[in-house]
């Protein structure tokens, strides 16, 4: 994965297959202090101590398909490389909370990617998560919360076309109005 | 240049939603369901996804819901798209690439035929 916001993407689906219902994510760009940010809070199942102390390692997994799961560690060992840290907290029934942090100029650091799609993806594919959203750059924030919409909406689907144009757009005006020109 | 989203576009989106509905009576709810696991993901389902949505949009269609799910089990086939159109039997594509989710759209979600070369179970 070559795109932050694919592995934003992969950290929400552990949040939704821990069975959360509200599911929030952070991405901050502090340009002054040269740091870039991704948190995703959740409130499923969460971890015992047992667990959280092997999740980075890649041979584990609480999936029981298949055996390996390597979405975590690869994100680790990304952000290591780049100055900076991934963090899990998490207990048993009170949910899960992963920060991940990059130096945001290191030439190894990933791009962002399209946290648009990234969002749509998660918004639209789990319409039973209450999704919060918070893109900030420097002081400028974009919030987006999907509850006023979908209580609007009163059971119209949001894979509705109308409805789609109106998520996306909110989104791609909200996160270009505060975006940096430039990625590094 | 931010353009303000209302609840009142909210609203007149609901009214025609509604209006589109009641003229379609019952047509067979039509189900779209796209593998986002870890190994998905890697190989693309986010883009495969985007697609998808961005082909209803486009066409307006209505009725088709579009859902997300955890990994699969077809490792090696992905990204995988499943489609379910009533109540006949789920349809599993495999290696489905953002070209591959629009010719599924238009041959066998509006069309109702099945695009059997990227079929992996049926």
Redesign the interface.
């Known amino acids: 994965?070559r795109e932050l916001a694919?592995h934003l993407?992969?950290i929400a689906?552990n949040s939704?297959?821990a069975g959360s219902k509200n599911i929030r994510i952070e991405v901050i760009e502090d340009i002054q202090n040269d740091r870039l940010k991704m948190v995703v809070q959740d409130d499923g199942k969460g971890m015992d101590a047992e667990t959280l102390a092997t999740i980075t390692d890649p041979f584990v997994t609480s999936?029981t398909?298949?055996k390996v799961?390597?979405?975590i560690p690869l994100l680790k060992a990304a952000a290591e490389a780049c100055n900076g840290s991934l963090k899990i907290e998490s207990a048993s029934g009170k949910g899960t909370r992963v920060e991940v942090e990059f130096q945001r100029s290191h030439i190894d650091r990933m791009p962002l990617g399209?946290l648009v799609?990234?969002m749509?993806?998660?918004i639209?594919?789990?319409p039973e998560v209450h999704w919060r959203f918070k893109y900030q750059v420097n002081t400028e924030t974009f919030e987006f919360d999907d509850e006023?919409?979908k209580e609007?909406?009163?059971g119209?689907?949001l894979?509705?076309?109308?409805?789609?144009?109106?998520i996306?757009?909110?989104l791609e005006?909200?996160i270009?109005?505060i975006k940096p020109a430039a990625e590094y | 240049?931010?353009?303000v989203?209302s609840?009142e576009?909210?609203?007149r989106?609901?009214e025609?939603?509604?209006k589109k509905r009641d003229a379609k009576t019952l047509s067979g709810q039509k189900q779209i369901i796209?593998g986002?696991?870890?190994?998905g993901?890697?190989a693309g389902a986010?883009?495969t996804?985007?697609a998808i949505?961005n082909f209803?949009?486009?066409?307006?269609?209505?009725d088709?819901?579009?859902?997300?799910t955890?990994?699969i089990?077809w490792?090696s086939h992905e990204p995988i798209v499943q489609v379910i159109i009533g109540e006949v039997e789920k349809v599993t594509y495999g290696k489905v690439t953002p070209e591959i989710a629009v010719k599924i759209l238009k041959e066998h979600v509006v069309g109702g035929k099945i695009v059997k070369e990227y079929v992996i179970e049926a």
């Open positions: 994965m694919l993407l992969d689906e939704i297959s999936r398909t298949r799961g390597l979405g399209d799609n990234t749509m993806t998660l639209i594919g789990s006023p919409i609007h909406l009163e119209v689907p894979s509705e076309p109308a409805v789609l144009s109106f996306r757009e909110y005006d909200g270009a109005g | 240049m931010n353009k989203k609840i576009d909210l609203k989106i609901r025609e939603a509604l796209v986002m696991g870890t190994v993901i890697a986010r883009d996804l985007k949505l209803i949009e486009n066409e307006k269609l209505s088709i819901v579009v859902r997300q955890g990994n089990g490792d």
